[in-house]
């Protein structure tokens, strides 16, 4: 079964950076596209940065320059560093994946920065 597990979170003053993994099992990293997306309080969720099954990487323009997306498929983890964090970057980050067949989430991980 597909399973995503975030690690990384904690808190951070603006301008700290943090480092999110994503722990994938399953045939995720071979038929997936995946991304991390974010929460905040009172928002919707929306995308962070994302890498497509052929590689192709977006980042929302509110963390262009400040977050870069990897993945490591060996070790079938995602993740995604996070730098000059800033407080409007607090949320709950989730790790998606979008397969063929079926979307899958992980249980989110909080990141609080505090100015």
């Known amino acids: 079964q597909a399973q995503l597990v975030e690690s990384g979170g904690g808190s951070v003053q603006a301008g700290g950076s943090l480092k999110l993994s994503c722990a994938a099992s399953g045939y995720i990293f071979t038929s997936c596209g995946m991304g991390w997306y974010r929460q905040a309080p009172g928002k919707e969720r929306e995308l962070v940065s994302s890498i497509s099954r052929d590689g192709i990487i977006r980042y929302a323009d509110s963390v262009k320059g400040r977050f870069t997306i990897s993945q490591d498929n060996a070790k079938m983890t995602l993740y995604v560093q996070m730098n000059s964090l800033k407080t409007e970057d607090t949320a709950v980050y989730y790790c998606?994946?979008?397969?063929?067949?079926?979307?899958?989430w992980g249980q989110g991980t909080q990141v609080t920065v505090s100015s």
């Open positions: 998606a994946a979008e397969c063929p067949r079926a979307s899958y």
